[in-house]
């Protein structure tokens, strides 16, 4: 099973209800233009809260002593700015692998 955001898996289930709600003719008696209003509302309802939910932390940083972290873009500026991070890593650590020195 993929490893989604709790908002993504709402928004699949949603989409699933919806495809089975039409598909057994329970919304028969419902026009195709309001099972597409119905839908359209439910997931764009759903796509703000997947947008608003979504991590700040998007921006991998690699740090002088060999670090590595994620955190936000305007963090992620300041720290390769300033305090000598990098957004690549160093090709000798990457080389060395976890746990070997150089």
Excluded at 7 to 27: E, H, P, Q, R, S
Excluded at 38 to 66: D, E, H
Aim: aromatic share 12%; no cysteine.
């Amino acid at each position: 099973m993929p490893k989604w955001r709790k908002a993504t898996w709402t928004l699949v289930i949603w989409n699933l209800l919806i495809f089975g709600w039409v598909v057994t003719g329970i919304a028969a008696n419902i026009s195709a233009i309001g099972q597409f209003v119905i839908w359209l509302v439910g997931s764009a309802l759903l796509v703000l809260v997947w947008l608003m939910s979504r991590s700040r932390f998007t921006t991998l940083v690699y740090g002088p002593q060999g670090q590595q972290r994620t955190v936000t873009a305007k963090d992620a500026k300041r720290r390769v700015d300033v305090r000598g991070w990098s957004y690549t890593a160093n090709a000798l650590d990457a080389l060395a692998g976890p746990g070997a020195s150089a």
